[in-house]
């Protein structure tokens, strides 16, 4: 896809700048989300067992239907990276763990975790990390599902958008790969992939908790913070 810009030399001579876009796929508002997930999501499945932290976020006006989109994704995706887990890469030593956190106001939480307040560092090898983030190791479906709809129930919704269940938060669930260290289980495993979903709260004005423009910029450029810090480079959207 091509945007042209007009815009204006500084001589007020006019010129048409092109801007360029590639996608993979576009999805019209008639595919299923099993569609959604079949595209976008289960090609990425298999390449987080190589090493690859990929990311998955919705952006979009409030009602446009970001939280339905992502709601059926990490389980779906979970459900494929178990089975890979048990059957293709079975005993070599891959184990799951599942985190979920919102940033809320400008301030991180977990929502795995009675809603803890936590904190963005950035270690000595200028690594970003959230201190104190629970992750639950997993093995089955249904623990992951119960995890999820724990974590949902704990998110900060607001009736103040053009939606009534709007979500006023940016929520991130991770799907995290690790193996242990030489079949060693006593050691901690090593992370191998990530795969990341974000829900971005509407991306109107007044999408977060104040309707104040330097907040809600302050809110994004966090958001970016942690997607490319804590989430890995290799990002694509919905
Ligand atoms: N494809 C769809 N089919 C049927 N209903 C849908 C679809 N997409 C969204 N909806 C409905 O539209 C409403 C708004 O959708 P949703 O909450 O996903 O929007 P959102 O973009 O996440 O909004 P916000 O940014 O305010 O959280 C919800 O009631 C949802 O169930």
Not at 110 to 129: H, I, N, P, T
Not at 139 to 153: F, H, P, Q, R, Y
Not at 213 to 223: A, E
Request: overall charge neutral; proline content about 3%; charged content about 25%.
């Amino acid at each position: 896809m091509t945007v042209h810009e007009t815009k204006l030399k500084v001589d007020l001579t006019e010129y048409v700048e092109k801007h360029e876009f590639v996608f993979d796929a576009v999805l019209n508002e008639e595919v299923s989300n099993d569609e959604v997930y079949h595209e976008t999501v289960e090609p990425i499945v298999p390449i987080i067992f190589q090493r690859v932290k990929a990311t998955c976020f919705a952006y979009g006006q409030t009602g446009s239907g970001k939280t339905y989109t992502m709601k059926p994704l990490p389980l779906k995706a979970s459900r494929d990276i178990l089975r890979l887990m048990h059957h293709t890469y079975r005993s070599q030593g891959f184990q799951l763990f599942v985190s979920f956190f919102e940033i809320y106001g400008g301030k991180l939480f977990d929502l795995l975790s009675d809603r803890k307040k936590l904190c963005m560092r950035e270690d000595g090898k200028q690594q970003v990390c959230i201190v104190g983030l629970q992750e639950y190791k997993v093995s089955d479906v249904e623990t992951i599902k119960d995890l999820i709809e724990k974590g949902n129930a704990s998110r900060s919704t607001g009736t103040t958008g053009a939606n009534e269940e709007s979500s006023r938060s940016h929520a991130i669930l991770q799907l995290a790969i690790k193996k242990s260290v030489d079949g060693n289980e006593s050691k901690p495993p090593r992370l191998v992939g990530k795969l990341s979903f974000i829900d971005l709260a509407g991306s109107e004005r007044g999408a977060d908790t104040t309707d104040n423009d330097k907040q809600t910029r302050y809110v994004y450029s966090l958001i970016f913070v942690v997607i490319f810090a804590t989430i890995g480079h290799t990002s694509w959207a919905i």
